[in-house]
């Protein structure tokens, strides 16, 4: 039923479907007390959810690896919005210490925080190490937001508890958790080189996604914080996420163009999460189309979540010791 509603565009229950637009998915909510961080927040999916979220009155941060082009972007919102409140600031998530340093900055701006967005992507490339010693796909999808998040939960839990205001963090991940490493999650060899598919490490970052969400969205409730905690499928979208593989992407779009998105398709489930009153009180659930998906079975294992939530302290703890 889900792959016929992604096909033809049908709404589902929520009332939209796959061919819903970001813009439509938002209209009439006024967004104009909210704060929001997005990661990758400059260009594809990113780009279109901080335009639309701008549009709705939120204040957006961008946090972004390249300022020339976040700026770029930050000009293009304010050309059609000249009331947009956008700013932006550097974070690079491959390097714990950048994003230690971002959330430094926008702690220092004294802001509230209602919404983080942890968006930012990298797929398929080839074998590499971060900065820190990490397998980039892992370092970068996972492990630089899992420390974000880490770092600016105090600030949303303040926000939210000051304001009543229901705090939502928002992990996107992909259909392509599903096509991950045999265990799941390489726990004993995550840098290994040997046994590295560029496929199933971006699907073990993004299987770590969901994981994250759903941990993180169980301790929230366990303490009784107003915090939801959800992950996303945004649907296939023609990005430079794409460019470590665009022959194989245009190839497969060939057979599959009728799955395909365009932008402002692919951000409306992230807004939808992100701002929609059907959403209260929602946490722990994967979403596509702007509908509750199924997820892997992976994803069900409450006793990989916490492994993986202990693994990423302990990363996080081994490399910030180094430094
Ligand atoms: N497009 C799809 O079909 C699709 C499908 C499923 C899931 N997704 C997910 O959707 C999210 C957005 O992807 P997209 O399609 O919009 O791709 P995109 O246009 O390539 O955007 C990804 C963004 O992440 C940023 N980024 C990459 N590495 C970073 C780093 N080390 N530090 C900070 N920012 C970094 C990029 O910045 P630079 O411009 O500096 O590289 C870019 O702004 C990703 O998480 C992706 O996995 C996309």
């Given amino acids: 039923m889900g792959m016929i509603r992604s096909m033809t565009g049908w709404p589902g229950p929520s009332g939209f479907g796959s061919a819903t637009t970001a813009e439509q998915v938002t209209a ?3 967004a104009s007390d909210l704060t929001v961080v997005i990661t990758g927040g400059a260009s594809g999916i990113g ?7 701008a549009l709705r009155g939120a204040h957006v941060i961008i946090a972004t690896r ?20 956008i700013d932006v600031i550097q974070l690079d998530l491959s390097s714990l210490k950048s994003v230690k340093a971002f959330a430094d900055n926008f702690i220092a701006l004294n802001l509230p925080l209602n919404i983080l967005i942890n968006n930012a992507g990298i797929m398929f490339c080839p074998y590499q190490l971060s900065q ?16 974000l998040t880490n770092l600016l939960l105090d600030k949303m839990k303040d926000t939210a508890s ?3 205001i229901e705090g939502r963090i928002i992990n996107l991940s992909s259909v392509a958790h599903i096509h991950t490493y045999e265990e799941g999650v390489k726990f004993d060899s995550i840098n290994d080189k040997n046994s590295y598919s560029d496929k199933r490490a971006y699907g073990q970052s993004k299987l770590a996604n969901i994981l994250h969400a759903n941990e993180l ?41 009728i ?33 509750e998906w199924p997820a892997s079975d992976f994803t069900k294992d409450p006793k990989l979540a916490k492994k993986l939530w202990d693994f990423s302290n302990h990363l996080l703890d081994s490399v910030i010791r180094r430094s």
């Avoid at 820190?132 to 420390?147: R, S, V």
């Avoid at 169980?218 to 992950?231: A, D, P």
Wanted: charge should be positive.
């Fill in 132 to 147: 820190d010693g990490i397998e980039m796909q892992f370092a970068t999808n996972h492990l630089g937001h899992f420390y």
């Fill in 66 to 85: 390249n300022m020339e082009a976040a700026n770029e972007a930050k000009q293009s919102i304010l050309k059609s919005n000249e009331n947009a409140k």
């Fill in 47 to 53: 780009l279109e959810t901080s335009r639309v979220l």
């Fill in 217 to 257: 969205s169980r301790r929230l409730k366990e303490e009784g914080v107003n915090i939801t905690v959800n992950s996303v499928h945004p649907g296939f979208i023609m990005t430079n996420l794409m460019k470590h593989s665009l022959n194989l992407m245009r190839i497969l779009r060939m057979f599959s163009y």
């Fill in 259 to 291: 799955l395909w998105k365009n932008v402002p398709q692919g951000a409306a489930t992230t807004c939808y999460i992100a701002m929609h009153p059907n959403l209260k009180g929602v946490s722990g659930k994967y979403y596509a189309d702007c509908n």
């Fill in 28 to 30: 009439g909510i006024d």
């Fill in 162 to 164: 000051s304001t009543g």
